[in-house]
């Protein structure tokens, strides 16, 4: 069995009406209430980062004001739950604290800021970081054996794990994952697990190609993969599948709310698919695209995300307009041969 990718899913939310005073916290048994935590500031508007990795150092670029801070980060992979990013490297994962995440609560949201930080290393042996339940993430090695991260503890600068139960023995080879509301969705050898309120549902591929990244606009309930030279769609609330043609896909991307999908092709031109799997618009955005090494592509609520490692640049895309590029991010110093984002 190859090795697998560290992937980690997001912290679970806690839903309430409305915000409570600061007399009447309910948080759910989660010590840092509305998602603050000491030395945050809370602003009006999403703090969206991007974290860009050339192998060993990451850089930490604000969004809003453009500044950049670069930190050390051993990584062949790099991944994000929306604050915390894991960089892992022979069986050990760097983390950092991005500095800026969102909270939801109930039909608002918090957001908050801080300065990002390196909080150090910890060894889980084989493992690939995949998803969460409650406060902690959870790490799964080849063998379906899990240990969990803290989260809570990760948020006081702190990393603590333990080991904890084997993963739905029907999830064999798990290579992807994503965290949804309460749903924690995991790319397995024969089809997608989904797992919510302590049941499991295997959803079986469209055809003989599997997963191996799952794409989603964070939070959405509709999820991309690339299945061969296919790109699928699965509909978490109706369990089903939908599939499109697109040419070479290296990447795609469910943007959910009858936004239709992003997919990256392997001749580095990025394509805008309708629900229905008609084009709606494209773009050429990479020259030469490394398929040993794809470029990343994701997406917020507004905007999207594509490294372009050889011109160190990563490409903003405006795609509820054609697709257009509405800046050109330089990363400086630090070549993006890996990418995420954070502050969702």
């Not at 509301?181 to 697990?193: H, P, S, T």
């Not at 549902?201 to 939070?219: H, M």
């Not at 109706?238 to 001749?267: F, H, I, Q, Y």
């Amino acid at each position: 069995m190859r090795p697998l990718r560290p992937l980690l899913a997001v912290t679970s939310i806690v839903l309430v009406a409305a915000c409570s005073s600061s007399g009447d916290d309910d948080t759910a048994g989660d010590q840092h209430g509305h998602g603050h935590v000491e030395g945050a500031v809370e602003e009006a508007e999403a703090q969206h980062r991007l974290v860009v990795a050339d192998g060993e150092r990451a850089s930490v670029i604000d969004l809003l004001d453009g500044s950049a801070e670069t930190f050390d980060l051993p990584a062949d992979s790099v991944q994000t739950d929306g604050r915390f990013v894991f960089g892992s490297k022979d069986g050990t994962a760097t983390v950092l604290d991005a500095g800026s995440w969102t909270w939801p609560h109930g039909d608002h949201n918090h957001y908050y800021r801080q300065d990002a930080a390196q909080l150090g290393d910890t060894e889980l042996a084989d493992g690939t970081i995949v998803g969460a339940f409650g406060s902690d993430t959870l790490a799964i090695d080849a063998d379906g054996a899990v240990t969990t991260v803290d989260r809570d503890a990760l948020e006081d600068g702190e990393l603590t794990t333990a080991a904890d139960d084997d993963i739905d023995s029907s999830c064999d080879d798990p290579d992807g994952a994503v965290r949804t509301g309460e749903q924690l969705v995991i790319a397995c050898a024969d089809g997608v697990l989904v797992t919510e309120d302590g049941e499991n549902d295997l959803v079986p591929y469209p055809g003989e190609e599997r997963a191996r990244e799952l794409g989603q606009r964070p939070r959405a309930t509709e999820l991309a993969a690339v299945l061969g030279d296919e790109v699928a769609v699965l509909d978490l609330g109706g369990r089903t599948w939908t599939t499109m043609e697109s040419p070479s896909p290296l990447a795609a991307v469910a943007l959910g709310a009858d936004l239709g999908v992003l997919v990256l092709g392997e001749d580095g031109t990025l394509r805008h698919y309708d629900a229905t799997g008609e084009q709606v618009a494209e773009r050429p955005l990479l020259e030469n695209p490394d398929l040993e090494n794809p470029p990343s592509l994701v997406a917020d609520t507004s905007r999207a995300y594509v490294n372009d490692a050889e011109a160190s640049v990563v490409h903003e895309i405006d795609y509820a307009d054609s697709l257009r590029i509405a800046r050109g991010i330089q990363t400086g110093d630090v070549t993006p041969l890996h990418l995420v984002e954070t502050g969702w």
